[in-house]
């Protein structure tokens, strides 16, 4: 019988993350990336913070983000210049993401269209992967394969406390000018009457946020948003974002837009750690909720690609590929662990606070330096800038106000993880408002949240 190949890595997924990992790996190890499409392509598009843009991922941005705007309907209204960077800049993903393709292609790498995963099974430390164009020998199977991922339902992956961010837009072009929007404009939160017709109606289950970005002198990206527990469905997403652009009347500059490419994605998040792993399997991407609110997945990819393959490339050389050594390795770089909770608090806040209470939130940002809204959404703000935020959002809401618009099961998220940015006293008053009054367990042993490469 014929002996199968044996690859160091099999790549299931070939969206950004799996493309970038596999681009690093494949300089020094033997890589296959399979795509049930056509690795490279994609229907997404992202502008990131300019500090996870390197020197060699520059050539593939133009332009990006220089103005942050909100417009709701209930009067939330804040404008500011960018602070954090001079730009954020957009992202061309129809050439980065065809770069990588064709870096790991000539590092020696086989990337394989229209190749869909099927099954896997390990044993005695190699994983055979099962796929429409065959099956193929692997020491590690990394899974890119998205926020469907079929792997993620192979081991039964609990996936509840994940929040969904549902996208549907356009790029498109204005065949009569901007009509006062300008290049770099980022209206980043715009709601409309019916928005507020139900005052207790929230994300979670009422109307979506249409935000919109300014390309160039006549071409934007604009879409529509759901932010909840359950992904949204194209078809929905797609009927609402044309009533959106084509009849509501403070979209009129959208009115006559020329649709050149329809843009539309799920992307997890809301989940404390973006770590995932078994035997001989790794989670990357949307898989393992590698996201964060700016550029969702794109920030956290830039951000943290070259170190997770340096990482695992050490663990490939050393044969350590149980899950526990998988686990050992961080997936994300950042000095404090409260950045990554505090973004995962107000993912929860933001789709289940009622339209008035999202409008006093949006006006906080007139009270406080705007410059904090910049640093949540990248993950750099400060303990310091914490202590401001919450003294700010306690003189505008009661505890118990924000506490009653949480899901019961995020009461023990917010006071397991709270501890790691907020005063004491701030805590015990968590305690006491929850009715919780025993302190939280410790980690286990031997692993970690996915945090904090040394």
Same mark, same amino acid.
């Given at each position: 019988m014929e002996k199968i190949e044996l690859y160091d890595v099999v790549i299931v997924g070939g969206g950004p993350a799996g493309l970038a990992v596999g681009s690093e790996l494949s300089y020094n190890h033997k890589v296959l990336l399979a795509d049930k499409g $056509? !690795? &490279?392509k994609t229907s997404r598009s992202w502008f990131v913070p300019l500090d996870v843009v390197d020197e060699k991922v520059m050539p593939y941005t133009y332009s990006g983000v220089t103005r942050f705007m909100t417009q709701t309907f209930g009067g939330a209204d804040v404008s500011w210049k960018t602070e954090l960077f001079d730009r954020y800049p957009y992202i061309n993903e129809k050439t980065l993401l /065809?770069? =990588? %393709? $064709?870096?790991m292609k000539n590092n020696g790498a086989e990337v394989l269209d229209q190749c869909a995963y099927v099954d896997s099974v390990v044993n005695d430390g190699i994983v055979t992967v099962e796929t429409t164009r065959g099956s193929f020998r692997t020491r590690l199977l990394i899974d890119a394969s998205g926020y469907d991922s079929p792997i993620i339902k192979k081991y039964a992956i609990n996936r509840d406390h994940d929040y969904w961010w549902s996208v549907f837009g356009s790029i498109g072009e204005h065949p009569d000018g901007l009509n006062g929007m300008a290049v770099g404009d980022y209206m980043m939160w715009q709601t409309f009457e019916d928005t507020n017709a139900d005052v207790s109606a929230s994300m979670a289950s009422g109307r979506p946020v249409f935000e919109y970005e300014i390309l160039n002198e006549n071409t934007s990206f604009s879409f529509a948003f759901y932010l909840r527990k359950e992904r949204v469905s194209r078809e929905v997403m797609e009927k609402e974002y044309m009533t959106i652009i084509r009849e509501e009347p403070t979209t009129a500059n959208f009115h006559d837009l020329k649709? #050149?490419?329809l843009k539309y994605g799920w992307y997890p998040s809301g989940a404390l750690s973006q770590q995932l792993a078994e035997d001989n399997v790794v989670f990357i991407g949307d898989a393992a909720c590698w996201t964060t609110?700016? *550029? =969702? &997945?794109? +920030?956290f990819i830039l %951000?943290?690609?070259r170190e997770f393959s340096r990482q695992m490339s050490k663990l490939l050389v050393a044969g350590q590929l149980d899950k526990k050594s998988l686990l050992s390795v961080p997936h994300y770089k950042t000095h404090e662990k409260y950045e990554v909770l505090l973004n995962t608090i107000v993912t929860h806040f933001l789709s289940n606070a009622p339209a008035p209470m999202l409008d006093k939130f949006i006006n906080l940002f007139n009270s406080v330096p705007k410059i904090l809204c910049e640093k949540i959404f990248t993950l750099t703000i400060t303990r310091e800038e914490v202590h401001v935020m919450l003294k700010a959002m306690l003189a505008q809401f009661e505890l118990m106000e924000l506490v009653r618009i949480l899901p019961k099961e995020d009461?023990?998220?917010v006071l397991d993880e709270v501890k790691y940015f907020a005063e004491d006293a701030v805590v015990d008053k968590m305690h006491e408002v929850f009715g919780f009054f025993h302190k +939280? #367990? !410790?980690e /286990?042993? *031997?692993?970690n949240n996915g945090f904090d490469f040394s």
């Amino acid at each position: 019988m014929e002996k199968i190949e044996l690859y160091d890595v099999v790549i299931v997924g070939g969206g950004p993350a799996g493309l970038a990992v596999g681009s690093e790996l494949s300089y020094n190890h033997k890589v296959l990336l399979a795509d049930k499409g $056509e !690795a &490279g392509k994609t229907s997404r598009s992202w502008f990131v913070p300019l500090d996870v843009v390197d020197e060699k991922v520059m050539p593939y941005t133009y332009s990006g983000v220089t103005r942050f705007m909100t417009q709701t309907f209930g009067g939330a209204d804040v404008s500011w210049k960018t602070e954090l960077f001079d730009r954020y800049p957009y992202i061309n993903e129809k050439t980065l993401l /065809p770069h =990588w %393709r $064709e870096v790991m292609k000539n590092n020696g790498a086989e990337v394989l269209d229209q190749c869909a995963y099927v099954d896997s099974v390990v044993n005695d430390g190699i994983v055979t992967v099962e796929t429409t164009r065959g099956s193929f020998r692997t020491r590690l199977l990394i899974d890119a394969s998205g926020y469907d991922s079929p792997i993620i339902k192979k081991y039964a992956i609990n996936r509840d406390h994940d929040y969904w961010w549902s996208v549907f837009g356009s790029i498109g072009e204005h065949p009569d000018g901007l009509n006062g929007m300008a290049v770099g404009d980022y209206m980043m939160w715009q709601t409309f009457e019916d928005t507020n017709a139900d005052v207790s109606a929230s994300m979670a289950s009422g109307r979506p946020v249409f935000e919109y970005e300014i390309l160039n002198e006549n071409t934007s990206f604009s879409f529509a948003f759901y932010l909840r527990k359950e992904r949204v469905s194209r078809e929905v997403m797609e009927k609402e974002y044309m009533t959106i652009i084509r009849e509501e009347p403070t979209t009129a500059n959208f009115h006559d837009l020329k649709i #050149k490419e329809l843009k539309y994605g799920w992307y997890p998040s809301g989940a404390l750690s973006q770590q995932l792993a078994e035997d001989n399997v790794v989670f990357i991407g949307d898989a393992a909720c590698w996201t964060t609110p700016c *550029g =969702w &997945g794109m +920030t956290f990819i830039l %951000r943290n690609y070259r170190e997770f393959s340096r990482q695992m490339s050490k663990l490939l050389v050393a044969g350590q590929l149980d899950k526990k050594s998988l686990l050992s390795v961080p997936h994300y770089k950042t000095h404090e662990k409260y950045e990554v909770l505090l973004n995962t608090i107000v993912t929860h806040f933001l789709s289940n606070a009622p339209a008035p209470m999202l409008d006093k939130f949006i006006n906080l940002f007139n009270s406080v330096p705007k410059i904090l809204c910049e640093k949540i959404f990248t993950l750099t703000i400060t303990r310091e800038e914490v202590h401001v935020m919450l003294k700010a959002m306690l003189a505008q809401f009661e505890l118990m106000e924000l506490v009653r618009i949480l899901p019961k099961e995020d009461y023990l998220l917010v006071l397991d993880e709270v501890k790691y940015f907020a005063e004491d006293a701030v805590v015990d008053k968590m305690h006491e408002v929850f009715g919780f009054f025993h302190k +939280t #367990k !410790a980690e /286990p042993s *031997g692993m970690n949240n996915g945090f904090d490469f040394s």
